[in-house]
T-cell receptor
Framework: GAVVSQHPSRVICKSGTSVKIECRSL??????MFWYRQFPKQSLMLMAT?????????EQGVEKDKFLINHASLTLSTLTVTSAHPEDSSFYIC???????????FGAGTRLSVL | RKEVEQDPGPFNVPEGATVAFNCTYS??????FFWYRQDCRKEPKLLMS???SGNEDGRFTAQLNRASQYISLLIRDSKLSDSATYLC????????????FGKGTKLSVIP
């Protein structure tokens, strides 16, 4: 079964609304989680590294005020896309690192469509 | 050189064929490498990890050439279920847990 749960799997929203995506590690504690974005026929691009109890680290070109990340516990990180616009439509995937196994597990992804 | 570069394909092969993918990377400090498989509109799933010169798991063999900075994935006796996009993944730096993904190589196994 899945070891990383991501919810929701699909979101359709109007331009200007905010969308919250949750990522949970189910069988292990994850001090570090990662958020990726994948456009059609493109590779996964790392958006930010989510650190439990501290601020997220954003990749160059990713607006921290637009993509709010909260990692309040060892099993949950959330990504909020604020004031979403059509260009934010993409496949958002989270991952969590299992330190004991040195493996990153991915959530099933959230397909966001902004109308 | 791009951080992680793969031949995008597509590779269209008949069932039972042997197919190989190559991947080149630019970060010479990387110590471990991964091949992930991604089905259409799904999340990537770990296929193989490569820490030394190579790794074999059933029909899949991954090889690493540090001097030339490339990794290969060989699939023998291809099955229809092998049809997917194969992603070459390299940590972003020595000890780094951030991963850099290649664009992927698309494989279609044809009956």
């Amino acid at each position: 079964g899945a070891v990383v749960s991501q919810h929701p799997s699909r979101v359709i929203c109007k331009s200007g609304t905010s969308v919250k995506i949750e990522c949970r590690s189910l069988d292990f504690q994850a001090t570090t989680m990662f958020w990726y974005r994948q456009f059609p026929k493109q590779s996964l691009m790392l958006m930010a590294t989510s650190n439990e109890g501290s601020k997220a680290t954003y990749e160059q070109g990713v607006e921290k005020d637009k993509f709010l990340i909260n990692h309040a516990s060892l099993t949950l990180s959330t990504l909020t896309v604020t004031s979403a616009h059509p260009e934010d439509s993409s496949f958002y995937i989270c991952s969590a690192r299992d330190i004991a196994k040195n493996i990153q597990y991915f959530g099933a992804g959230t397909r966001l469509s902004v109308l | 050189r791009k951080e992680v570069e793969q031949d995008p394909g597509p590779f269209n092969v008949p069932e039972g064929a042997t197919v190989a993918f190559n991947c080149t990377y630019s970060n010479s400090a990387s110590q471990s490498f991964f091949w992930y498989r991604q089905d259409c509109r799904k999340e990537p799933k770990l296929l193989m990890s490569v820490y030394s010169s190579g790794n074999e798991d059933g029909r899949f063999t991954a090889q690493l050439n540090r001097a030339s900075q490339y990794i290969s994935l060989l699939i023998r006796d291809s099955k229809l279920s092998d049809s997917a996009t194969y992603l070459c993944v390299v940590p972003s730096g020595a000890g780094s847990y951030q991963l850099t993904f290649g664009k992927g190589t698309k494989l279609s196994v044809i009956p």
